[in-house]
């Protein structure tokens, strides 16, 4: 039976996370539960080491990976790519917009990313796990039904965070590496290498008192309703599509240098799409109510058309017998009294 934990617990061991995420992993440990997560304490304490390795324990901004790295500091990330930060300088330059261009080829052709798009700084690192790569984004699509790679921003809202980090889990087979005791294969199968090993391993001791205190949950806790996540919508998604192609564009043509006016005949052709977008809603609500009125205004016609229709459609009324009205009798004429007075003699 898995492991119980209270929205104290999520705190104690997040405490300087977002209250929206608390609120979430405690009321949707359902999530963690179909996963496997908190099956033992062992599977427990490696989700939540390298769950709070990556994001900080929920606290890097918006949840996202900052690409806006320094030349020297680039240098460091990726040392078997960069001897130094001149190197870095030397290959991509110090123009605005260097950056997004340098991850786009470190991140280019791998992960399933494409060549020659901008599909690295498109799926950066995200959410709990930091999901990264076309094919990190695409996988969390699959399990969870998230429009991850249209809109891969979703990978960061706080309140699916317990759907994001279990799915990731999942993707990866991690319950494997923690069923062996293989800590330094968990790390490895999540991100390629081990990196922050000696965090991860300092976040899991921190937080091992807490892990061991948890109690196992009863027949009658585990009976619990699970609180359902708020459903992404339509709206969202398209809103969020809508973003991915913008950002696209504009890194596009950060990285290609575009002149003025290529971007006022961009903002032109951006601002036709908003135009014809806006007015496609209008036709489709127009023809929405006017199909929705359509049946009502029928009701209404039938209804005033003919009253005889509708009395004769009706049921017929049973008679109704009328009361028969008592007949009074007639007064009887009062009976002459005798009169007791006497002629006189």
Request: proline share 6%; net charge positive; with cysteine.
């Amino acid at each position: 039976m898995p492991i119980k934990l209270t929205a104290a617990d999520w705190r104690a061991i997040f405490p300087r996370a977002p209250q929206q995420v608390v609120d979430a992993f405690a009321a949707k440990q359902a999530v963690l539960d179909k996963a496997g997560i908190t099956a033992t304490r062992t599977r427990l304490a490696y989700f939540l080491a390298n769950v709070e390795h990556e994001c900080g324990g929920f606290t890097i901004p918006t949840l996202t990976e900052n690409i806006n790295y320094t030349a020297a500091r680039m240098a460091q990330v990726w040392p078997s790519r960069f001897k130094s930060a001149a190197a870095v300088v030397a290959k991509y330059g110090a123009a605005r917009g260097w950056q997004a261009k340098a991850i786009d080829d470190i991140y280019g052709n791998r992960m399933g990313n494409r060549p020659g798009t901008s599909d690295g700084s498109r799926y950066i690192g995200r959410g709990g796990p930091q999901w990264t790569g076309r094919d990190g984004y695409a996988a969390l699509e699959r399990i969870t039904g998230l429009p991850a790679v249209m809109n891969p921003e979703i990978a960061s809202r706080l309140d699916l965070q317990p759907e994001i980090c279990a799915a990731f889990w999942q993707w990866k087979g991690l319950n494997r590496y923690a069923d062996a005791g293989d800590f330094a294969g968990c790390v490895k199968a999540w991100n390629g290498g081990s990196n922050g090993m000696a965090d991860r391993k300092a976040q899991m001791a921190g937080n091992d008192p807490i892990v061991r205190r948890l109690q196992v949950v009863s027949d009658q806790a585990a009976a619990i309703p699970d609180v359902k996540a708020a459903p992404v919508t339509k709206r969202e998604a398209v809103a969020g599509g809508a973003a991915g192609v913008v950002s696209t564009a504009v890194t596009a043509g950060v990285q290609q240098g575009w002149g003025w006016e290529v971007w006022a005949v961009a903002g032109l052709l951006l601002a036709a799409g908003v135009a014809a977008g806006a007015l496609g809603w209008w036709w489709w609500r127009k023809r929405r109510a006017a199909s929705e009125a359509l049946p009502a205004a029928s009701l209404g016609l039938s209804g005033t058309m003919t009253m005889t229709q509708a009395s004769a459609a009706a049921p017929p009324m049973p008679a109704v017998a009328k009361p028969r009205r008592k007949r009074k009798s007639a007064a009887k004429p009062a009976a002459k009294r005798k009169s007791t007075n006497r002629k006189a003699a």
